[in-house]
Protein backbone atom coordinates (compact mmCIF):
# COMPACT_ATOMS: atom_id res chain seq x y z
CA UNK A 1 0.00 0.00 0.00
CA UNK A 2 1.08 3.63 -0.88
CA UNK A 3 0.54 6.55 1.58
CA UNK A 4 0.17 10.18 0.64
CA UNK A 5 0.25 12.71 3.21
CA UNK A 6 -1.14 16.31 2.85
CA UNK A 7 -2.56 19.22 4.24
CA UNK A 8 0.24 20.47 6.13
CA UNK A 9 1.47 24.33 5.96
CA UNK A 10 1.74 27.42 8.37
CA UNK A 11 -0.70 28.68 10.93
CA UNK A 12 -0.70 30.18 14.13
CA UNK A 13 -1.14 29.69 17.43
CA UNK A 14 -4.41 28.44 18.39
CA UNK A 15 -5.27 27.73 14.40
CA UNK A 16 -6.12 24.35 13.22
CA UNK A 17 -5.61 22.11 9.44
CA UNK A 18 -6.70 18.83 8.89
CA UNK A 19 -4.35 16.12 7.36
CA UNK A 20 -4.95 13.47 4.75
CA UNK A 21 -3.42 10.64 4.56
CA UNK A 22 -4.39 8.48 0.97
CA UNK A 23 -4.08 4.92 0.34
CA UNK A 24 -3.48 3.19 -2.91
CA UNK A 25 -3.17 0.16 -3.87
CA UNK A 26 -4.39 -2.45 -1.09
CA UNK A 27 -7.68 -0.61 0.46
CA UNK A 28 -6.73 1.08 3.60
CA UNK A 29 -9.35 -0.50 5.68
CA UNK A 30 -6.97 -3.93 6.02
CA UNK A 31 -4.85 -1.57 7.98
CA UNK A 32 -5.27 0.06 11.36
CA UNK A 33 -3.90 3.51 10.62
CA UNK A 34 -1.63 6.27 12.36
CA UNK A 35 -0.32 9.52 12.44
CA UNK A 36 3.57 10.27 13.99
CA UNK A 37 5.31 13.28 13.90
CA UNK A 38 9.06 14.53 13.95
CA UNK A 39 10.64 17.51 15.32
CA UNK A 40 14.21 19.16 14.14
CA UNK A 41 16.44 17.05 16.23
CA UNK A 42 14.09 14.74 17.98
CA UNK A 43 12.79 11.28 17.70
CA UNK A 44 9.94 10.18 15.96
CA UNK A 45 6.45 10.35 17.99
CA UNK A 46 2.94 8.28 18.31
CA UNK A 47 0.02 10.96 17.78
CA UNK A 48 -2.95 9.00 16.89
CA UNK A 49 -3.97 5.97 15.73
CA UNK A 50 -7.56 4.29 14.70
CA UNK A 51 -8.36 0.88 13.96
CA UNK A 52 -9.94 -0.67 10.94
CA UNK A 53 -13.19 0.12 11.55
CA UNK A 54 -12.66 3.52 13.02
CA UNK A 55 -14.55 2.18 16.14
CA UNK A 56 -11.51 2.88 18.01
CA UNK A 57 -8.89 6.04 18.22
CA UNK A 58 -5.78 6.36 20.74
CA UNK A 59 -4.14 9.56 21.02
CA UNK A 60 -1.02 11.22 23.13
CA UNK A 61 -1.53 12.53 25.66
CA UNK A 62 -0.02 15.59 24.58
CA UNK A 63 -3.04 15.81 21.73
CA UNK A 64 -6.23 14.48 23.40
CA UNK A 65 -8.61 16.93 23.36
CA UNK A 66 -7.53 18.80 20.68
CA UNK A 67 -6.84 16.38 17.67
CA UNK A 68 -9.13 13.95 16.50
CA UNK A 69 -8.55 11.05 13.97
CA UNK A 70 -11.01 9.75 11.70
CA UNK A 71 -11.13 7.90 8.68
CA UNK A 72 -13.22 7.22 5.25
CA UNK A 73 -12.96 3.84 3.95
CA UNK A 74 -14.74 4.03 1.26
CA UNK A 75 -12.69 7.12 -0.13
CA UNK A 76 -9.00 5.34 1.54
CA UNK A 77 -8.60 8.42 3.61
CA UNK A 78 -7.65 9.07 6.88
CA UNK A 79 -7.47 12.37 8.50
CA UNK A 80 -6.00 14.36 11.52
CA UNK A 81 -7.92 17.44 12.28
CA UNK A 82 -5.69 19.60 14.31
CA UNK A 83 -7.43 22.20 16.68
CA UNK A 84 -6.02 25.00 19.19
CA UNK A 85 -2.35 24.23 17.41
CA UNK A 86 0.69 25.31 19.87
CA UNK A 87 3.81 25.97 18.50
CA UNK A 88 5.11 22.52 20.38
CA UNK A 89 3.45 20.92 17.09
CA UNK A 90 5.80 21.88 15.13
CA UNK A 91 7.00 18.96 12.84
CA UNK A 92 6.61 16.60 10.03
CA UNK A 93 3.69 14.39 10.33
CA UNK A 94 3.65 11.09 8.96
CA UNK A 95 0.55 8.90 8.24
CA UNK A 96 1.27 4.96 8.02
CA UNK A 97 -0.30 1.84 8.27
CA UNK A 98 -0.32 -1.65 10.15
CA UNK A 99 -1.82 -4.54 9.71
CA UNK A 100 -2.14 -5.73 13.00
CA UNK A 101 -4.39 -4.20 15.36
CA UNK A 102 -1.64 -3.92 18.81
CA UNK A 103 1.09 -1.80 19.73
CA UNK A 104 -0.30 1.25 17.75
CA UNK A 105 1.69 3.45 19.76
CA UNK A 106 4.70 1.80 18.56
CA UNK A 107 6.36 3.33 15.14
CA UNK A 108 8.81 0.36 14.51
CA UNK A 109 5.52 -1.87 14.17
CA UNK A 110 4.10 -0.20 11.28
CA UNK A 111 4.49 -1.53 7.91
CA UNK A 112 4.04 0.99 5.52
CA UNK A 113 4.75 4.96 5.59
CA UNK A 114 3.95 8.14 4.01
CA UNK A 115 6.17 11.02 2.99
CA UNK A 116 5.77 13.51 5.77
CA UNK A 117 3.96 17.05 5.61
CA UNK A 118 5.31 19.57 7.49
CA UNK A 119 3.29 21.74 9.88
CA UNK A 120 4.52 24.99 11.48
CA UNK A 121 2.71 26.57 14.11
CA UNK A 122 3.98 30.11 14.55
CA UNK A 123 3.96 32.25 18.13
Known amino acids: VQLQASGGGLVQAGGSLRLSCAAS????????MGWFRQAPGKEREFVAA????????YYADSVKGRFTISRDNAKNLVYLQMNSLKPEDTAVYYCAARRDVYLLRVAAQYDYWGQGTLVTVSS
Open 50 to 57: INRSGGST
Open 25 to 32: GRTSSSYA
